[in-house]
């Protein structure tokens, strides 16, 4: 995290006023001090930043459609598991039918 950041962080979590903030860092309005202080929690972990509508799309996982092979086997991307599905290598898993989907669950 950037020196600046967690100055601001802290000043604030002292209980600094604004206009003592803003001298000492050198900042000009107070929507300049909201947003370098918003970005600075974002920074640190404290608060998740405010995604738009483009980045959750890309964010979500996206439905493929995936082909059996002449062995009977599905392949299933890195990307897709490990990625956006949260496996690692070694997992374990169940399988079961239920109408006409596959459900795979991870055992313990």
């Given at each position: 995290?950037?020196?600046?950041?967690?100055?601001?962080i802290?000043?604030?979590?002292?209980?600094?006023?604004?206009?003592?903030?803003?001298?000492e860092?050198?900042?000009?309005?107070?929507?300049?001090?909201?947003?370098?202080?918003?970005?600075?929690?974002?920074?640190a972990?404290?608060?998740?930043?405010?995604?738009?509508?483009?980045?959750?799309?890309?964010?979500?996982?996206?439905?493929?459609?995936?082909?059996?092979?002449?062995?009977?086997t599905?392949?299933?991307?890195?990307?897709?598991?490990?990625?956006?599905?949260?496996f690692?290598?070694?997992?374990?898993?169940t399988?079961?039918?239920?109408?006409t989907?596959?459900?795979?669950?991870?055992?313990?």
């Amino acid at each position: 995290m950037k020196a600046e950041a967690k100055r601001i962080i802290d000043m604030v979590r002292k209980g600094a006023p604004d206009g003592e903030i803003m001298k000492e860092l050198g900042i000009q309005t107070k929507a300049s001090l909201k947003k370098m202080y918003y970005d600075a929690l974002v920074e640190a972990g404290k608060i998740k930043d405010i995604m738009t509508e483009r980045e959750l799309k890309k964010a979500a996982p996206k439905r493929r459609a995936l082909t059996i092979g002449k062995r009977g086997t599905i392949l299933l991307s890195n990307s897709l598991l490990i990625d956006q599905l949260g496996f690692k290598q070694g997992d374990k898993f169940t399988v079961a039918k239920r109408r006409t989907s596959i459900i795979l669950r991870k055992t313990e």
